[in-house]
């Protein structure tokens, strides 16, 4: 490949992204987009931009990076949470650690490189681009020692920065836990593998268990019943309900469009509210008895308790319970956003299985994947191509803008494309593996998409292989060094022309929402659905981390032997600072948090690309028969590799647990404040097992239901949705059978909502 | 290798065996060895066997071997300590399976391997052994299936006696935990990486802290020093003592010997604590004022922390107390006898990177006792041999019987010899990695040893090679079963002759303690020294855990490829299980205990052997060409890998730590019962970091300057050595200085001690 080619896939690249930010800057203003760009702030600020015909809204502008700039870390801690100041500080450490690298390494190591070796130059742009790399510096170069110091530079610099911002993110972590406002899930822990008795109900089970050995700190506790049939029901019904208020909502809109926009606006149509109550309160008592749902002999497999301090709770996390590991396993639980309730019931014993069986399954496909790139390995080698399809000959050599095309653009575009299907594959690997918390499977997801973006994108692009000849290079890890050195400065053009498509266009494209846009036209003037107020997503941690630290890992790898990928690669984290921190504060909604345990992952990553770096620039100073290089680069392998030992005993047992010494300071400071039943209360709310979101108005019936329980769900001061009293309090008989009174509500508000919606469809049937 | 040097070789050591055995049996009854063969009996039960001239103590007997049979598991576990019940049923374990393995292999396969190929056969004592393995089976053969068969059978039946032993220890390690005598080890938490501040003193710290976030549990704790100078001073004197004890026991000896030798027993002459103490209490009071040895500034650096209760100690270890890892990391203590005092003083934070260091010293160790081997490996290769040393050639043609000595018994009494050396080695670089305790320190060598002897006795004579050739082998890990298959049956001769000098005679040598007995004549007759009643060595698990495990593994691999090992092997275990037994029961003294931390080993060894050799089997199908036997071995792989994991998550955490619920019960046991004051008090007295061992009577010092303490010392009902109360009551001022004081009757008994030493050596010039 050529300078030109690299220039023309830049200026392509470049139009593109200035043509999508443009657009976005304008789209940004259309009343009609607010939901797509604004959806974090319509649903947590309640605000809407309502929007009249001015011209000023056609005209592209910048403010919306000013404004991404200007927004402070705690303003992105308080809207986005620590995750996001974690993806924030990863792309800050990006930068820092590439300006100083470019900045070395464009004007120390390019010249080396360009005059490395007595040669005639062409004009540049006609330059070969194997010219800039390591590969044009003669074999025993006296300047090689400029490119070991290059490497100790931005390997030390690069230790320290990532040791100031793991400082940095344990103390905001630590901030996190302990300045929060009381948070339930310190407090309560996750018990799995509950014995079965033939004698007792579950609920009792635990209740002994844990008011024999745990008296003192003991609250009270909840159980997760499994609940396949029901749940499934229920979904069925939700869905059928959502139908329903669709085409209700639909034909309503025919009839008066103004009020019912309005009422729409607040989450659903009131009258059908109105229905519902009224209904419900006449089939009260009507419904207690259904005979197939009765679930007192359900299995119950887990449960969570409550204890009154947070120590507590992280004692009986910590100390295993019995003297079989597999039972009675106790976890602090996650968020009440957090939990993932249908792998709550998995028995626990099959969890090691699980992990085991999804392991073996993310390798598997990780190596499958090979044929798309196989395929795009061929394309980007022009030569072969011809060679396997000969009809393209003609084409390719008539057309020299094809030819640049071909090579420069087309084989990162497919590969891009292949690469969407990555993530929602590793996710359901994530599901099964059964994680408790949504947080948990998605980083999970996330370390998964690492591994296999940097064996497929780094590793199969460098050792440009099949399956066999990536075995080949698995199976003689000796020869490692000496092939990525060969490799890679050859690559350094493809990794190039990553950056510029896979890298800025995919920024512009996350930034343009193309997707939300799309099926925002659609579902607006095709399908003439009602706008989901409910539906915001969440940040893609698990797509975008893999991203970042990719090109991370490429910058490091390509910085001293390739440089000429840094420029490209800066202005790729500059954007990507400005675009997801503008992402961040406008789009994505934050439901859960895995309080900063993205770090470690990129941390790991970080150290694993140096050290890749450094073996393979032994590998090439081997190859330039440099024995000093060489032998300086090993020192700084064993230095580096300590340091990241270091970094493990020092830091990251913070990101495991919680320590002591705090936990008990909040505690007796929650006591001395008399905090403490505040928030005691609290915790009879904190988690539902049937989370009532606002599409289905269950909470209604249950509200009205509620009177036979002991109604502590009113008058709470937090704004979580209302939710059932799981208090089992043993001295009150009658109180016992809560959760299969729990499970007749669900079943009332069932057959109502069926009830309703034969009565939707008449009553559309009647207006159509 | 014929058949008949293997006969010749078996014929030698069967001998030895036999001669050793019958030796050992005369010996044994003989008065003057006595503490070599009965130490521990000696010292526990204060038994002695009184010698009088009769016929009989010269006639070799076979009671030991029934009594040593005879003896329960449950006497086992009293005399000698779980870790000899682990140990025996590692014994147990491999005589079961290799029983089975030795009935399929000899019946089933070994006809298979001598009729595989149309060949002529020869007699069998001239028959090469080549033709008794899996070499002789030609390719594509029909019988191949009968391998898989007995390979399957032999995986399954080995995990199912791993898992049946591993419960059963499991469940032994649970009543040794719960129903031994109460533990101190079990209230104990030792906290190391205590913060130095300026104002306060190391012990107000540790109080401070553990009053103000462990109040309701926390009793007392007791600071350790560092005092290296002090401890060095110390143990000069206890040696200079010792000498001078010897010197004045001997003169004494000549003088009166009946009486002398009577008092001697009982542990000193009586004359010289006579002395001793009148000096000491003229002396009370003089020292009190040595400048040196003032250690108020003196850095600590850990402490033993004391709590009411089990659970509370296991709460403090688990949980991380602060926000820094490196600082107040506390963990369960190790039993008094086991306290490791030497290492405790050492600094938290460079404990890390002294086992990073530590590990590549052995790796480094590892490859470097490589030479030895090589030499020895030219030896079984008899024609290298001759080409390289021309002169032997002559010699080595003529003698047919030095020929099959050289082949058949030298090349491993050589390696036998070299391998002495590795058990001290690998103990130093245990020790250097800072455990804090002996048991601790033994265990990690003995997974050193294992390590070593796997990789230097097995792979190392199987791959036949220099460094260079193994490096190659470790850089090609695809062709390792392929290279393994073509090596293993090859090598099987070796490994023969390798189970019968190795195996038989160190058994036959360990029973008859050759160096005990030569380093007690010496001593009895050439130097004329007093018998050392104190010193009786506590069991090598370091070396021959290793021992037996690598013959597990030479078993398992040669199993189906080279049955001919089987009996052999066999006769080892058999001999081993009656030898150890008998030490168990007789030599050796139990000081500490693991716990039976040495079976989680074990199992990973016959678990890695038992994949080693399904590997190997599935080179050995590829290379006979028989892919439906290699396609049935690769389920087998899967499956035993998959046991292992399930062991690991089912069994292997109550090898880490204890079960709440168990310990809660006890504590609740001891409180009911009224036990719990009594073990309070018992604390006081548990940890000793000035150990007062018999051969220096300090603590007759102490319990006379000990009326300035609080005299807690005095009273104890257990058997321990009586120890100064370290409790550091900060209500009572005068006793903050305690471990000055406890230095300070050091520094009066070292003095002392010289100034008796000077007598002593007058009083022997005067009689001399």
Same mark, same amino acid.
């Given at each position: 490949?050529?300078?030109?080619?690299?220039?023309?896939?830049?200026?392509?690249?470049?139009?593109?992204?200035?043509?999508?930010?443009?657009?976005?800057?304008?789209?940004?203003k259309?009343?009609?987009?607010?939901?797509?760009?604004?959806?974090?702030r319509?649903?947590?600020?309640?605000?809407?931009?309502?929007?009249?015909?001015?011209?000023?809204?056609?005209?592209?502008?910048?403010?919306?990076?000013?404004?991404?700039?200007?927004?402070?870390?705690?303003?992105?801690?308080?809207?986005?949470?620590?995750?996001?100041?974690?993806?924030?500080?990863v792309?800050?450490?990006?930068?820092?650690?590439?300006?100083?690298?470019?900045?070395?390494?464009?004007?120390?190591i390019?010249?080396?490189?360009?005059?490395?070796?007595?040669?005639?130059?062409?004009?540049?742009?006609?330059?070969?681009?194997?010219?800039?790399?390591?590969?044009?510096?003669?074999?025993r170069?006296?300047?090689?020692?400029?490119?070991?110091?290059?490497?100790?530079?931005?390997s030390?610099?690069?230790?320290?920065l990532?040791?100031?911002?793991?400082?940095?993110?344990?103390?905001?972590?630590?901030?996190?836990?302990?300045?929060?406002?009381p948070?339930?899930?310190?407090f309560?822990?996750?018990?799995?593998?509950?014995?079965?008795t033939?004698?007792?109900?579950?609920?009792?089970?635990?209740?002994?268990?844990f008011?024999?050995y745990?008296?003192?700190?003991?609250?009270?506790?909840?159980?997760?019943?499994?609940?396949?049939?029901?749940?499934?029901?229920?979904?069925?019904?939700?869905?059928?309900?959502?139908?329903?208020?669709?085409?209700?909502?639909?034909?309503?809109?025919?009839?008066?469009?103004?009020?019912?926009?309005?009422?729409?606006?607040?989450?659903?149509?009131?009258?059908?509210f109105?229905?519902?109550?009224?209904?419900?309160?006449?089939?009260?008592?009507?419904?207690?008895?259904?005979?197939?749902?009765?679930?007192?002999?359900?299995?119950?497999?887990?449960?969570?308790?409550?204890?009154?301090?947070?120590?507590?709770?992280?004692?009986?996390?910590e100390?295993?319970?019995?003297?079989?590991?597999?039972?009675?396993?106790?976890?602090?639980?996650?968020?009440?956003?957090?939990?993932?309730?249908?792998?709550?019931?998995?028995?626990?014993?099959?969890?090691?299985?699980?992990?085991?069986?999804?392991?073996?399954?993310?390798?598997?496909?990780?190596?499958?994947?090979?044929?798309?790139?196989?395929?795009?390995?061929?394309?980007?080698?022009?030569?072969?191509?011809?060679?396997?399809?000969?009809?393209?000959?003609?084409?390719?050599?008539?057309?020299?803008?094809?030819?640049?095309?071909v090579?420069?653009?087309?084989?990162?575009?497919?590969?891009?494309?292949?690469?969407?299907?990555?993530?929602?594959?590793?996710m359901?690997?994530?599901?099964?593996?059964?994680?408790?918390?949504?947080?948990?499977?998605?980083?999970?997801?996330?370390?998964?998409?690492?591994?296999?973006?940097?064996?497929?994108?780094?590793?199969?692009?460098?050792?440009?292989?099949?399956?066999?000849?990536?075995?080949?290079?698995l199976?003689?890890?000796?020869?490692?060094?000496?092939?990525?050195?060969?490799a890679?400065?050859?690559?350094?053009?493809?990794f190039?022309?990553?950056?510029?498509?896979?890298?800025?266009?995919?920024?512009?494209?996350?930034?343009?929402?193309?997707?939300?846009?799309?099926?925002n036209?659609?579902?607006?003037? &095709?399908? $003439?659905?009602r706008? %989901? +107020?409910?539906?915001?997503?969440?940040?893609?941690? *698990?797509?975008? @981390?893999?991203?970042? =630290?990719?090109?991370?890992?490429?910058?490091?790898?390509?910085?001293v032997?390739?440089?000429?990928?840094?420029?490209?690669?800066?202005?790729?984290?500059?954007?990507?600072?400005?675009?997801?921190?503008?992402?961040?504060l406008? &789009?994505? $909604?934050?439901?859960? %948090? +895995?309080?900063?345990?993205?770090?470690?992952?990129? *941390?790991?990553? @970080?150290?694993?690309? =140096?050290?890749?770096?450094?073996?393979?620039?032994?590998?090439?100073?081997?190859?330039?028969?440099?024995p000093?290089?060489?032998?300086?680069?090993?020192?700084?392998?064993?230095?580096?590799?300590?340091?990241?030992?270091?970094?493990?005993? $020092?830091?990251?047992?913070?990101?495991?647990?919680?320590?002591?010494?705090?936990?008990?300071?909040?505690?007796?400071?929650?006591?001395?404040?008399?905090?403490?039943?505040?928030?005691?209360?609290?915790?009879?709310?904190?988690?539902?097992?049937f989370?009532?979101?606002?599409?289905?108005?269950?909470?209604?019936?249950k509200?009205?239901?509620?009177?036979?329980?002991?109604?502590?769900?009113?008058?709470?001061?937090?704004?979580?949705?209302?939710?059932?009293?799981?208090?089992?309090?043993?001295?009150?008989?009658?109180?016992?059978?809560?959760?299969?009174?729990?499970?007749?509500?669900?079943?009332?508000?069932?057959?109502?909502?069926?009830?309703?919606?034969?009565?939707?469809?008449?009553?559309?049937q009647?207006?159509?």
């Amino acid at each position: 490949m050529k300078f030109s080619a690299l220039l023309t896939s830049a200026g392509i690249n470049i139009g593109l992204c200035v043509l999508f930010l443009s657009l976005y800057s304008v789209l940004r203003k259309q009343p009609a987009n607010v939901r797509v760009y604004f959806g974090r702030r319509i649903a947590e600020e309640h605000g809407r931009l309502r929007g009249s015909f001015i011209l000023e809204r056609f005209v592209p502008s910048t403010g919306w990076i000013v404004k991404a700039l200007q927004c402070t870390e705690e303003e992105l801690l308080h809207t986005a949470g620590l995750d996001a100041v974690v993806f924030n500080r990863v792309l800050v450490f990006s930068i820092r650690i590439f300006s100083l690298a470019a900045l070395l390494c464009v004007f120390g190591i390019l010249p080396l490189h360009y005059f490395g070796q007595d040669m005639l130059h062409q004009r540049i742009p006609s330059e070969s681009l194997d010219v800039f790399t390591i590969a044009n510096v003669e074999v025993r170069s006296r300047w090689l020692w400029v490119h070991c110091v290059v490497l100790y530079i931005i390997s030390i610099v690069a230790c320290i920065l990532l040791y100031l911002e793991y400082k940095r993110i344990a103390r905001l972590r630590f901030l996190h836990l302990t300045s929060a406002t009381p948070n339930p899930s310190q407090f309560t822990v996750l018990v799995r593998g509950i014995p079965k008795t033939a004698k007792e109900s579950c609920s009792d089970v635990v209740d002994n268990f844990f008011t024999k050995y745990h008296s003192s700190s003991y609250l009270f506790h909840q159980v997760v019943y499994k609940v396949g049939k029901v749940q499934k029901i229920m979904t069925g019904a939700k869905k059928a309900y959502k139908k329903f208020k669709h085409f209700t909502d639909e034909t309503v809109d025919q009839g008066c469009r103004t009020i019912t926009y309005r009422c729409c606006l607040c989450g659903a149509s009131s009258n059908s509210f109105k229905l519902l109550n009224t209904e419900c309160e006449q089939k009260r008592g009507k419904a207690d008895n259904v005979p197939s749902l009765n679930l007192d002999g359900e299995e119950c497999t887990s449960a969570f308790v409550f204890f009154k301090t947070r120590y507590a709770a992280l004692v009986a996390s910590e100390i295993p319970q019995t003297s079989n590991p597999m039972k009675w396993v106790a976890n602090l639980a996650p968020e009440p956003e957090d939990v993932y309730w249908s792998n709550l019931w998995l028995p626990y014993k099959q969890l090691w299985i699980r992990r085991i069986f999804t392991l073996l399954g993310s390798i598997v496909f990780m190596f499958l994947f090979l044929i798309p790139v196989t395929f795009i390995q061929g394309l980007s080698q022009l030569e072969q191509l011809q060679q396997k399809l000969p009809f393209l000959k003609g084409i390719l050599n008539k057309k020299y803008y094809i030819t640049q095309l071909v090579t420069g653009y087309l084989p990162s575009v497919i590969l891009q494309i292949f690469l969407y299907t990555v993530a929602p594959i590793m996710m359901l690997f994530s599901t099964l593996e059964g994680p408790t918390s949504h947080s948990e499977r998605k980083r999970s997801a996330c370390c998964k998409v690492l591994t296999f973006t940097v064996w497929n994108i780094f590793f199969v692009n460098v050792l440009s292989g099949t399956v066999i000849s990536q075995l080949n290079v698995l199976s003689s890890p000796k020869d490692i060094p000496v092939k990525l050195a060969r490799a890679v400065p050859g690559q350094a053009t493809f990794f190039i022309t990553y950056v510029l498509t896979s890298g800025w266009a995919s920024l512009s494209s996350e930034l343009m929402q193309l997707f939300g846009l799309i099926w925002n036209v659609i579902r607006k003037y &095709v399908l $003439r659905m009602r706008e %989901d +107020t409910e539906f915001i997503p969440s940040f893609p941690y *698990h797509t975008e @981390v893999p991203k970042v =630290l990719l090109f991370g890992l490429l910058g490091f790898t390509c910085s001293v032997l390739a440089p000429l990928i840094l420029p490209f690669l800066l202005v790729y984290f500059f954007l990507g600072y400005v675009v997801y921190r503008n992402q961040l504060l406008n &789009v994505y $909604r934050t439901r859960y %948090d +895995t309080g900063g345990l993205y770090w470690p992952v990129a *941390h790991n990553t @970080v150290i694993f690309s =140096l050290v890749l770096t450094q073996i393979i620039c032994l590998g090439v100073f081997g190859l330039k028969e440099s024995p000093v290089a060489a032998g300086f680069t090993i020192p700084l392998i064993i230095l580096t590799l300590l340091f990241n030992q270091y970094c493990r005993n $020092r830091l990251l047992p913070l990101f495991k647990t919680f320590p002591a010494q705090d936990l008990i300071d909040m505690d007796r400071e929650d006591e001395r404040s008399g905090r403490i039943d505040e928030i005691h209360h609290m915790l009879h709310s904190a988690y539902c097992q049937f989370p009532d979101t606002g599409d289905v108005p269950l909470e209604k019936i249950k509200i009205i239901g509620g009177d036979e329980e002991q109604g502590s769900s009113s008058g709470e001061s937090t704004d979580k949705e209302p939710c059932e009293n799981p208090k089992n309090d043993l001295s009150h008989p009658t109180l016992k059978g809560l959760p299969v009174n729990r499970l007749r509500h669900a079943v009332k508000s069932i057959t109502f909502l069926i009830r309703l919606q034969k009565r939707g469809l008449s009553s559309e049937q009647k207006s159509g």
